[in-house]
């Protein structure tokens, strides 16, 4: 697709980092910084601020173009679109059924094109990235159905861990040593599957199951991820690959945490870590990875790597062990600072993939000026 095509679609991108921005927002006060505080609804609202209205429009828009890219229409764009439109009925302060309504409907629109790509090409890896969609349906139609929140979110976090692994799996093939690892890669997803679904009738053995599942997957990945060679490259590759490893340790951190602790998915510092582990170490350190090929394919801007995004990748998995430290400790001022700093490695990011951008634009269009 080219740019002037990708630029077209950056206007969906806008609620999603409304999305963001606000959930981030939303974040620090719950940690208690001294800013202007969010009203309390918006406050309640920081997990589907975060995965339905934000990661829900990114990961909708980057699947409903590589579909477009492939001749299907613009229906695709209605996972993104409507994902993005509840994100500002909640910024809104929109009654709870139509913000939770209008998810619920982004979330069918990502089944739909989960269900156009395993039509187009049946492999496991798209059936996993399809169950991603079908996991973040499930926990729309729990909030949207009056279930307390908490019972929503391993669905919600389910959404995100069988995206990514199913991208990955598609690529691990390359490194794999037998045709074992493919069917053990499916037996673990299998196995998540079977603890979300234990959950809705045993929700703390569910958790238990949920988190075997997150160490196997995670220990599979740093096994057989194309990243264990990558690593060893240079530039863009090797600032990936050191990305995605640390994101798959945090997840078999998130398992054990699972595991050992059911009664804390509820409230307070347990819960705050069994969370941020996944999201903050797993699903941001993936974000920071693929950006320098996913923004471009999005946005139309041009990206080219720079050794200072280190700086931001650094600052999330130091902070987040910061983090998780006090939530386990548990010690307050950790807690504080480390979320903290989590907030401020986004942030980051945020303006150094944008300073990348820019520099890049600049320096092509003085490439193109005629000389006079």
Not at 1 to 12: G, K
Request: charge should be positive; proline fraction near 6%.
């Amino acid at each position: 697709m080219n740019a002037s095509r990708s630029h077209r679609h950056v206007p969906l991108l806008v609620p999603g980092a409304l999305a963001l921005l606000a959930g981030l927002w939303t974040g620090l006060a719950r940690l208690g910084v001294t800013l202007p505080p969010p009203p309390a609804a918006l406050s309640a609202l920081h997990g589907p601020l975060m995965i339905a209205g934000f990661l829900g429009t990114l990961i909708g828009l980057e699947r409903a173009i590589a579909l477009r890219v492939h001749g299907a229409g613009a229906w695709p764009l209605l996972a993104p679109a409507l994902c993005g439109v509840g994100a500002l009925a909640m910024l809104a302060g929109a009654p709870h059924a139509l913000a939770a309504g209008l998810v619920a409907a982004g979330a069918a629109a990502h089944v739909a094109i989960g269900a156009e790509i395993v039509r187009r090409a049946r492999d496991a890896a798209h059936v996993v990235m399809g169950l991603g969609g079908v996991a973040l349906l499930a926990g729309a139609a729990m909030w949207l159905a009056g279930w307390p929140l908490h019972r929503a979110t391993p669905w919600w976090v389910a959404f995100l861990v069988l995206t990514i692994a199913g991208e990955r799996l598609e690529l691990a093939r390359l490194v794999q040593r037998g045709p074992g690892a493919r069917m053990s890669f499916i037996g673990i997803v299998a196995l998540l599957v079977f603890g979300l679904v234990l959950g809705l009738g045993s929700f703390e053995a569910g958790l238990v199951v949920v988190g075997v599942a997150f160490a196997l997957l995670g220990a599979w990945l740093l096994g057989f991820d194309l990243a264990r060679r990558t690593i060893r490259t240079k530039g863009v590759t090797r600032y990936m690959a050191a990305c995605l490893l640390p994101g798959y340790a945090w997840l078999v951190v998130a398992g054990a945490l699972w595991i050992a602790s059911p009664r804390m998915f509820l409230a307070g510092p347990g819960y705050d870590a069994m969370l941020h582990v996944v999201v903050v170490g797993f699903a941001f350190s993936m974000i920071f990875g693929h950006a320098p090929v996913i923004l471009p394919a999005v946005t139309g801007a041009p990206m080219v790597y720079r050794t200072r995004f280190y700086a931001h990748l650094a600052l999330l998995h130091l902070s987040l062990a910061l983090r998780v430290s006090g939530d386990l400790l548990p010690d307050a001022g950790m807690r504080h600072w480390g979320g903290s700093l989590n907030v401020a490695a986004i942030l980051l990011f945020l303006a150094s993939t944008a300073a990348a951008a820019i520099g890049e634009t600049r320096r092509r269009a003085r490439v193109r000026a005629p000389v006079r």
